[in-house]
């Protein structure tokens, strides 16, 4: 099975348009376009569009699943705001006002536990902590690895793309190194039958975070196990001009242009 797997959205309709043209095009293992959607939450937050972006994800029907992000949890106040910055609270707190019944409906359905398809498991943060946890070392990966049962396991919630390799221990075993973190590669796919588990995150489509402004994305063939991590530019000015009429914070709508 070809999936498409996104993850933090963050309600930016151009983007996230951008990267579903780009993996329909895209020559992936001699093929173009996928069968389902992974998505891997906070579809809304930061962003001006959050109920386009839903609905665009409402659309896929049966071919898409998504869990819950802290943002989609702190929009429908399962998270207290308090635990975000004032500029991400802000956003939260517009987000809530633009939300239609059916977006609010479709966030309030989202798992907050790590979905299991096959050799994945899908979570937003970890498996441990599946809303909060950021996992930005290959230390915290390793404490993961006795929280998911799976070879792999796709997460977002950084917005930084990254691959921990990591071998594979008795879980009796502790206190060893085993995880190491790798930079995604843009020019070649991923052979994810290479023993080790592995810890994958997409980046984010709708505000990248490792100073590369391009939305980011994955594909996956699920029977091959191959994956390919995806880049692409687009017209970020269009999102950031329909902040500035929301009114949403600048430093916001600044680092759509930087990827920070
Ligand atoms: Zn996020």
């Known amino acids: 099975m070809r999936v498409l797997v996104l993850s933090d959205i963050h309600a930016n309709l151009t983007a996230l348009e951008t990267v579903l043209a780009d993996a329909e095009q895209f020559n992936f293992l001699g093929g173009t376009g996928f069968e389902q959607v992974w998505c891997l939450g906070d579809v809304v937050g930061y962003g001006p569009d959050p109920n386009e972006c839903v609905e665009r994800l409402r659309a896929f029907g049966d071919d898409h699943l998504c869990v819950a992000g802290n943002h989609d949890w702190a929009v429908l106040g399962n998270l207290p705001v308090d635990d975000f910055n004032a500029e991400a609270r802000r956003a939260v707190v517009w987000t809530r006002e633009q939300l239609t019944p059916e977006s609010r409906a479709y966030l309030k359905g989202l798992p907050a536990e790590p979905l299991v398809r096959g050799d994945f498991t899908i979570t937003h943060a970890s498996p441990r ?51 190491r973190a790798l930079t995604p590669s843009y020019k070649q796919s991923v052979d994810l039958t290479n023993g080790h588990r592995l810890i994958i995150n997409p980046g984010s489509v709708g505000q990248p975070r490792d100073s590369n402004p391009r939305a980011a994305y994955a594909l ?41």
């Open 129 to 179: 902590h599946p809303v909060w946890e950021y996992m930005v070392s290959p230390f915290i990966a390793q404490e993961n690895l006795a929280h998911f049962d799976t070879q792999s396991c796709l997460v977002g919630h950084t917005h930084v793309p990254v691959i921990f390799h990591c071998r594979r221990q008795q879980r009796a075993v502790e206190n060893t190194e085993v995880c």
């Open 220 to 260: 996956l063939d699920t029977e091959a196990n191959i994956l390919r991590f995806r880049r692409v530019a687009y017209p970020y000015e269009l999102t950031q001009s329909r902040m500035r009429a929301a009114k949403l914070p600048d430093r916001l709508i600044a680092r759509l242009a930087y990827g920070w």
